[in-house]
């Protein structure tokens, strides 16, 4: 499976939309996008994936580049209950995940 | 529909003995993933099931083992425990193998090894 790279950390205003990037440079045409989150030492939550197109559901939207070498999770209106860090996987035929650092993302009042 | 749940939710035992856990897959769920989750090492894949045959196993030794029963329900098993297995375990269901298949976890069992 394709590693990913997230930046460690980021902040976002209550209200707003977080837009959460992550780099898949050696991604393969058969490898999907996985968006997870966790929440303090809960079990990992599945937001979105996807393999191409972009995706939108009631969580969240992902936004796959053209050459599918990065992706972006936008969440349209952060809230506190957001704040998590989140996983951005890349997985392909096999059923594992493997999960890199993640992004802690804060929501800020 | 129940989520994933897992048993126990905590766990305390010592040095060199063994631990069974068990996982229950959301209903007609027939793939079943271990993870281990560590503050050093993150979360790392263990093992994964599918129709009572493990599919893929991750880098772990001999002393982590499981298996999956005809209910889809599986357990997963550790021997001789160090104190480096402590963590939290969780466990992961989905409707089948494959990459397009979203994985949805229970709430993990956290072991302390004493």
């Known amino acids: 499976d394709a590693k990913t790279t997230q930046p460690p950390s980021m902040d976002c205003a209550e209200g707003r939309a977080a837009n959460l990037p992550c780099n898949h440079s050696t991604i393969s045409g058969n490898e999907y996008v996985y968006w997870y989150r966790q929440i303090h030492s809960q079990g990992p939550q599945y937001i979105i994936h996807?393999?191409?197109n972009n995706e939108t559901n009631e969580m969240a939207s992902l936004i796959i580049t053209e050459d599918r070498k990065s992706s972006t999770l936008i969440l349209p209106h952060a809230t506190l209950r957001d704040t998590a860090v989140y996983y951005c996987i890349v997985r392909s035929t096999g059923n594992q995940f493997y999960f890199g650092t993640g992004t802690s993302l804060t929501v800020i009042p | 529909k129940a989520g994933v749940t897992q048993t126990p939710r905590y766990l305390i035992k010592t040095r060199g003995q063994q631990v069974t856990l068990s996982c229950s897959p959301i209903?007609?769920?027939?793939?079943v993933s271990w993870y281990q989750q560590t503050p050093g090492q993150g979360l790392q894949f263990l093992f994964e099931y599918f129709s009572e045959t493990q599919r893929n196993k991750g880098n772990f030794p001999g002393r982590f083992s499981g298996r999956q029963f005809s209910n889809s329900r599986s357990e997963m098993n550790v021997s001789t425990l160090e104190l480096g297995d402590s963590a939290l375990y969780l466990c992961?269901?989905?409707?089948?193998?494959?990459?397009?298949?979203?994985?949805?976890f229970g709430p993990g069992t956290r072991l302390t090894v004493l």
């Open positions: 209903s007609g769920h027939r793939s």
């Open positions: 996807g393999l191409k």
């Open positions: 992961a269901s989905s409707l089948m193998a494959g990459a397009g298949n979203e994985q949805f």
